[in-house]
């Protein structure tokens, strides 16, 4: 990979690059490794070839893209991979208020409008070979661990458009490497903050663990609300190595405003453990596309979700997951309220090919409507080729409880606050299974200040 | 107890109905799907002028939509080489002795008379294209009790046809549906006057004789306010080196405080594609009962409907796959919560066995202002070779919150634990695995009507009982 340290520019002769497209122009003021550069042609070639997907697709049937316009966003300056962190003393206040309560991590960044404004690694980790740099960094120093990785995921062929958006437009990354037998004790934790509107933010993780190593990797995607809208791009790649333990949380509390995309692909190899966590609380519509594939035998697979929608807030969930290998277990549970005139989708597979004999593969999706005009669409699906397994799937949509509220409301608190409390409840079933205390409370504190209570 | 059964020998694999009778239709179309053949259906059946014109406007509506996407495999079949039109005689008949030879013996062998002079209160055999037979016992016919050929339904009864024909599916309601409307031949007409309750039901039998033939029955019920019925319909076609298709379209309306059970045991030949669209609109405090098993065909595509129109409706769905070599089963039920206060259940069991695949795919669907609806969706998958398939697509939508809806769903294989349990009491293991089957099966199984259909007992019922019971 020794071009990976030459730079060229992306030929402005792609046919993609309509004249007059900020977003072909884009493409055209940048200034990074070859490999990158490549990487991002070819993917502005295919979101070129494709057709932006309508409702008439399975997979966008509840989740109208007709107003969505990619042309009208400017993509916000990608990061240089040298920024200066500045201390966490030096940060705006904004972005200094929410490094409160983080000082146990075992690495922390701040991006703000993309770019690392704080970056911090525990030298211990950092001793045993750790490494949590940006992409473009990575793409200098340490090619080897991007290649055959990055942007690798078989994104299904309906999520491909926005996909390939996201990985021309990348705005900036991060890269978390964990060496054979490293265990990092404390999470590591990226803040991304954006704070304008018209703009686009792509961001992306590629997080490669080695043999029985341990993280756990949090990300939390803030704004304040915004006048004019923005799209938000991510992704989320994760190598996790024979034995590993990779946990994943992401904390979704944008502002109004926003509109945000994230794929996540997680792939596990022989006796991997994988455990991620989705919370929607903010943005305008939010769509994750979430997929395990248990490639070696004895994985497992924990997804879990939580969302609760007010207003008009739309929130689509699509998940995978994918037993390519035997003796292999998954466990899917998906829970979500809503209010006002809000909507949520759950669109869920487990797949189990031909030979995944012994699956064990579970998939449970509850809904909560506490008002007249919220939907909850919930599909759960199942595709088996093996015959030696264990599958079920159970989807629910329903109240809170009179009984419970009536209770309550008998101690004296009034319907709302008892309904509220009654959600909480709701959630804990999912959030009892963080295991880290301390971001156990964060994701209590952000839903508590969502719900209201 | 006889010991020397298996899965086999539970009969659902074997297929009994591959004869061909020699008959001489009086016309066949020609080969293909045309406006002509379209006008040349609607001659034959000296049809009024408005249902041409609906034939022809559904024709468009067939070749302005695109063959799904979804569901089974479409990709082989060609409508080219069909015949969407036969006509076995000239004109249907009231009593078995005027039938024609050939297609009374057909019906002989299948069981039809023996069973209509037993146990039915009124029978209808299609064979090909056409009603060949219909006839219903005098008792019910006195309490006005109407029972005829779909084509006789249109010209004895113009109004009562018209007020209800294809207002519960329309032509636009699916690709196939529009097919049905376009060449629909044969099927039944039925009108349950207010009040009445027929204890023993009615039966429609579908037998496909001809090769590369196209069968498109179209038929519809009224249920009237307060009575009740229940209508089975049985299916069966002989093997042919080529594909044959059936394309029915089932309207129903069940009116207040009626009650209604719809019972099909479609045994197609595993050359068959069978698409049908069945539906029920369920008026206030009314209750419709789909009980839908699928066992032959290539593919079926098939999810019986219930929309539920009015305050108190009831809806269920009852439904049985078997999948074995080549079979698909692309099955399940739907539905539609409209009124308050409306409760449905939709149970699904499937067998693949062999390279089959069964597919459960269905919708609950509870629009807002449905208040106080309940639904409850459980399916459960069986596999029992490694080559096997199932597939669950649920969809459930929900816009009312004052709803309560649950859906679960089970894959399994036939458990070690059982097997050994039951070979340790002296059973084989093939009878053993047989009894485990017929116990997934038996919730749905035992509310088949075997005292009733004696063909249909022959396919399921009377063979397990026999075999290990």
Redesign the interface.
């Known amino acids: 990979m020794a071009d990976g340290v030459t730079t060229a520019r992306v030929a402005g002769d792609t046919e993609a690059g309509a004249a007059g497209s900020r977003l072909a122009d884009f493409l055209e003021t940048l200034d990074e490794p070859a490999t990158l550069l490549e990487r991002r042609r070819r993917a502005w070639e295919r979101y070129a070839e494709l057709p932006m997907p309508t409702r008439k697709s399975?997979e966008w049937r509840y989740t109208d893209l007709s107003g969505l316009d990619p042309e009208s966003y400017e993509p916000f300056a990608p990061e240089s991979g040298e920024e200066e962190s500045r201390d966490a003393g030096d940060l705006p206040e904004q972005a200094a208020r929410l490094l409160e309560g983080m000082e146990a991590r075992g690495a922390v960044a701040v991006r703000v409008d993309g770019r690392t404004l704080h970056r911090r690694l525990d030298p211990a980790l950092a001793e045993r070979g750790v490494l949590f740099a940006p992409i473009r960094r990575v793409a200098r120093e340490r090619p080897e661990l991007l290649a055959e990785r990055l942007y690798t995921s078989d994104v299904a062929p309906m999520e491909e458009k926005l996909w390939s958006l996201h990985v021309a437009m990348l705005t900036g990354g991060d890269v978390l490497y964990v060496p054979d037998g490293v265990r990092v004790p404390e999470p590591v934790h990226v803040l991304r903050w954006a704070g304008e509107g018209d703009r686009l933010l792509s961001t992306h993780t590629l997080v490669v663990t080695g043999r029985e190593a341990e993280v756990t990797w949090v990300e939390e995607y803030l704004s304040p609300d915004l006048e004019r809208p923005l799209l938000s791009l991510s992704g989320l790649e994760v190598f996790a190595g024979d034995g590993a333990t990779v946990r994943y949380l992401a904390l979704q509390r944008y502002g109004r405003g926003v509109k945000h995309f994230s794929v996540q692909h997680l792939l596990a190899g022989r006796d991997t453990r994988l455990s991620g966590l989705n919370v929607n609380l903010g943005g305008d519509l939010a769509r994750d596309d979430v997929t395990s594939h248990l490639e070696g035998p004895g994985s497992e697979s924990e997804m879990l979700a939580l969302w609760f929608g007010d207003g008009e807030q739309h929130f689509d969930h699509h998940t995978l997951q994918h037993h390519a290998a035997p003796h292999a277990s998954s466990d899917l549970l998906y829970k979500g309220a809503l209010t006002d005139s809000a909507r949520s989708i759950f669109r869920g597979l487990i797949r189990v090919d031909?030979?995944a004999?012994l699956t064990d593969a579970y998939q449970t999706n509850r809904?909560l409507?506490?008002?007249?005009?919220?939907?909850?669409?919930?599909?759960?699906?199942?595709?088996?080729?093996?015959?030696?397994?264990?599958?079920?799937?159970?989807?629910?949509?329903?109240?809170v409880d009179e009984g419970m509220l009536f209770y309550l409301m008998s101690r004296g608190l009034t319907r709302r606050t008892a309904e509220r409390l009654l959600v909480f409840g709701f959630f804990d079933e999912v959030l009892e299974r963080v295991p880290v205390e301390g971001i156990r409370e964060r994701l209590r504190d952000a839903i508590g200040s969502k719900i209201g209570i | 107890m006889p010991y020397n059964e298996t899965v086999e020998g539970l009969g659902l694999d074997e297929y009994k109905y591959h004869f061909v009778t020699k008959d001489k239709p009086v016309f066949k179309s020609r080969k293909g799907l045309s406006e002509e053949v379209v006008r040349q259906i609607s001659a034959h059946k000296e049809e009024p002028e408005w249902m041409l014109d609906f034939r022809l406007r559904a024709l468009e509506i067939f070749e302005s939509k695109p063959m799904p996407t979804w569901g089974g495999d479409l990709s082989t079949m060609n409508l080219d080489e069909i015949y969407f039109y036969i006509r076995p005689q000239d004109r249907m008949q009231r009593s078995w002795d005027e039938v024609p030879e050939e297609i009374k013996d057909t019906f002989e062998r299948l069981g039809i008379p023996e069973a209509e002079r037993s146990v039915l209160a009124g029978v209808g055999a299609q064979y090909e294209s056409e009603m060949v037979y219909h006839s219903l016992r005098e008792e019910w016919e006195n309490q006005g009790v109407i029972f005829e050929s779909i084509e006789d339904g249109l010209k004895m009864y113009p109004d009562l046809f018209r007020e209800h024909f294809a207002t519960v599916i329309p032509p636009a309601d699916n690709k196939f549906a529009a097919l049905n409307s376009a060449v629909w031949s044969g099927g039944s007409f039925v009108y349950i006057p207010k009040g009445a309750k027929i204890d023993i039901p009615l039966q429609a039998y579908f037998r496909v004789n001809a090769e590369r033939m196209g069968q498109f029955e179209r038929t519809i019920i009224i249920v009237d306010e307060g009575s009740e019925a229940h209508y089975i319909e049985g299916c069966t076609a002989p093997q042919y080196s080529t594909e044959s298709f059936h394309s029915g379209v089932i309207e129903i309306i069940v009116k207040k405080d009626a009650r209604f059970r719809y019972t099909t045991i479609q045994n197609w030949s595993n050359n068959m594609y069978n698409l049908v669209t069945q539906r029920a609109m369920v008026h206030e405090h009314a209750t419709m009962e789909w009980l839908d098993g699928n066992l032959g065909s290539k593919l079926t595509m098939k999810y019986p409907s219930c929309y539920l129109m009015g305050e108190g409706a009831h809806g269920e769905v009852l439904s049985i796959a078997y999948a074995t070599d080549g079979q698909h089963q692309d099955t399940g039920g739907k539905v539609v919560h409209v009124a308050p206060h409306t409760t449905s259940r939709i149970t699904s069991k499937s067998i693949s066995k062999g390279t089959g695949r069964s597919s459960y795919r269905g919708l609950c669907k509870v629009y807002e202002g449905a208040v106080g609806s309940r639904s409850n969706v459980e399916c459960d998958a069986l596999l029992l070779d490694e080559t096997s398939r199932t597939d669950t697509y649920p969809y459930i939508e929900i816009d009312e919150n004052q709803a309560t809806i649950g859906h679960e769903a089970t894959v399994s294989k036939v458990g070690e634990e059982q097997l050994f349990y039951l070979m340790s009491r002296g059973l084989a293991e093939e009878e053993a695995m047989a009894m485990v089957v017929r116990g997934f099966i038996e919730p749905i199984a035992r509310k088949l009507p075997l005292e009733f259909a004696i063909e249909l007992n022959r396919l399921i019922e009377l063979e397990m009982e026999g075999s290990v019971g």
């Not at chain 1, 007249?372 to 629910?396: Q, W």
């Open positions: 399975e031909r030979g004999q809904n409507l506490l008002s007249e005009h919220c939907h909850a669409t919930t599909l759960p699906n199942l595709e088996i080729e093996a015959d030696d397994v264990r599958c079920s799937h159970g989807a629910t949509v329903g109240q």
